[in-house]
């Protein structure tokens, strides 16, 4: 079983793909989804959360305000880091729990862990094949302009606040260069998955 991380910048097309990989029958684990289910209301995680930021981080109905906890840990590089300090090790129990029981179910399964902040939080240790989607940041900035309604200077922050590209490329096994049309990002992902499987 491969076990594959695939990460990339925000606006990377990442999410692209790991819809590809996952067409092709790849069992794709979303840290971001993983993120929100350690954080739900009764999770030992939020609970964590509210004792170190303060129940202002809290909605009326007890759920996690990402944007009130946003506004204080971003551009904050400690609070970021005590937020990490909490976050992570849940995700990455409940990441490996998930690559446990996709093996368990089928042990030839190529499973893709598809994670963000790769560089940020986990390393290059555990995976047979590291996949970077990447694309300039000055191209990367345009897309959350035009695609996602960003201000230049919010797109502009958001890719800072992001490990910068020569760190997340130096841990690439795999570059899947993403700046081109979407069939070329798609025909690199689908080389990738021969590759993965010996395939045609």
Excluded: C
């Excluded at 893709?112 to 300039?136: F, K, M, N, S």
């Excluded at 130096?170 to 990738?192: F, K, M, N, P, Y």
């Amino acid at each position: 079983m491969p076990l594959v991380a695939l990460t990339g910048g925000i606006a990377s097309g990442k999410s692209t793909i790991a819809r590809r990989l996952a067409e092709h029958g790849a069992v794709i684990v979303d840290a971001d989804a993983l993120v929100r289910e350690v954080q739900a209301p009764g999770q030992p995680v939020l609970a964590a959360i509210a004792a170190e930021f303060g129940d202002d981080v809290l909605t009326e109905d007890g759920a996690l305000d990402r944007a009130a906890l946003g506004a204080i840990v971003f551009g904050d590089r400690e609070r970021l880091a005590r937020l990490n300090a909490i976050v992570h090790p849940a995700v990455k129990a409940e990441s490996q729990r998930r690559f446990r029981a996709a093996l368990d179910a089928d042990p030839d399964a190529v499973v893709v862990y598809d994670v963000p902040l790769l560089a940020e939080a986990r390393g290059a240790g555990e995976w047979d094949r590291i996949v970077v989607a990447h694309a300039p940041a000055d191209v990367r900035g345009r897309r959350l302009v035009t695609e996602r309604g960003m201000s230049e200077a919010d797109a502009a922050a958001r890719i800072a606040s992001q490990a910068g590209d020569d760190e997340r490329l130096a841990l690439a096994d795999v570059v899947i260069d993403t700046s081109g049309s979407l069939d070329e990002t798609l025909a690199q992902a689908d080389a990738l998955w021969r590759s993965l499987t010996g395939g045609p």
